[in-house]
């Protein structure tokens, strides 16, 4: 079956960065396009970025414009989200989606807690 596996959430001070990565199994990744959302406590499922399935093209929320950058390496199977200058209003859990007429599928889920 199709596995996500998203890894490099942790705590981090304000203005610190962090990278995430999802691994991606089982699948054709090149095929999806792949997406990172977050969940804060409390708060519905937020869009956070996407990118094509060849990655040419790039969408960025808002609320992250600036800060946070999505990347991804078809060879590796592998989606990143770099994200600098945090806040504690990024605080939540970080998820990450693939997406195509083949599937909707989604990982588990990496927690970033911004504190000071």
């Known amino acids: 079956q199709v596995q996500l596996v998203e890894s490099g959430g942790g705590l981090v001070q304000p203005g610190g960065s962090l990278r995430l990565s999802c691994v991606a199994s089982?699948?054709?990744?090149?095929?999806?396009?792949m997406r990172w959302y977050r969940q804060a406590p409390g708060k519905e499922r937020e869009l956070v970025a996407g990118i094509s399935r060849g990655g040419s093209t790039t969408n960025i929320a808002d609320s992250v414009k600036g800060r946070f950058t999505i990347s991804r390496d078809n060879v590796k199977n592998t989606v990143y989200l770099q994200m600098n200058s945090l806040k504690p209003e990024d605080t939540a859990v970080y998820y990450c989606?693939?997406?195509?007429?083949?599937?909707?599928?989604w990982g588990q889920g990496t927690q970033v807690t911004v504190s000071s």
């Open positions: 089982r699948l054709t990744f090149s095929n999806y396009a």
């Open positions: 989606n693939a997406l195509s007429e083949l599937g909707n599928y």
